[in-house]
């Protein structure tokens, strides 16, 4: 099992900034994929980004490349962290992180390779 919690969401104006904070525990030596998902409402749940947890490497979904960035706790590996910049109305939405203990590479994207998901962190953009 493993457990995560999120934080870090409010409401920011357009053009700012925000980080949320992703704490995980639990059996976090397995872990292969952490990723960042949001859904707004009335809308499907959708990748924003993902990051492989052993290699490092990153991925963003296009809307929010240069604008967002993931990082993670390397001293300790309980903590994923994404760093919001330039944010725009339309990143509104309940943003969730999730970990994979088996997927990486073309299957980031899919919120079918997550097992685990946190209780969700509202961001919420003002124009």
């Known amino acids: 099992q493993v457990q995560l919690v999120e934080s870090g969401g409010g409401l920011v104006q357009a053009g700012g900034s925000l980080r949320l904070s992703c704490a995980t525990s639990?059996?976090?030596?397995?872990?292969?994929?952490m990723g960042w998902f949001r859904q707004a409402p009335g809308k499907e749940r959708e990748f924003v980004g993902a990051v492989d947890w052993s290699g490092g490497s990153t991925y963003y979904v296009d809307s929010v490349k240069g604008r967002f960035t993931i990082s993670r706790d390397n001293a300790k590996n309980t903590a994923v962290y994404l760093q919001m910049n330039s944010l725009k109305p339309e990143d509104t939405a309940v943003y969730y992180c999730?970990?994979?203990?088996?997927?990486?590479?073309?299957?980031?994207?899919?919120?079918?390779?997550?097992?685990?998901w946190g209780q969700g962190t509202q961001v919420t953009v003002s124009s």
């Open positions: 999730a970990a994979s203990l088996t997927y990486s590479g073309s299957y980031v994207p899919l919120p079918t390779s997550y097992a685990y």
């Open positions: 639990g059996r976090t030596f397995s872990t292969k994929t």
